[in-house]
């Protein structure tokens, strides 16, 4: 299996952008991206984009219930 280089386009670029604007985390970007983890963590330096939080796989509201149903309260 050769690696060689995958050059950045405009288009991956803005790409790139959106997924972080919309809060994907740097291991859904690369799996979307076809690329690295590596890659996507480099190019969000060369780009200097802001560092974002990815999205809580789970709802504060829904954390509530959930726990709430586990220790029996209401």
Do not use: C
Not at 22 to 50: C, E, W
């Amino acid at each position: 299996m050769s690696k060689t280089y995958k050059y950045w386009t405009k288009e991956d670029d803005a790409l790139l952008a959106e997924l972080r604007d919309d809060r994907y985390s740097i291991a859904q970007i690369a799996d979307h991206m076809g690329r690295t983890k590596s890659s996507i963590n480099n190019r969000i330096f060369v780009m200097n984009l802001p560092v974002r939080k990815p999205k809580p796989l789970v709802r504060r509201r829904a954390l509530d219930k959930l726990m709430a149903i586990l220790t029996g309260r209401k």
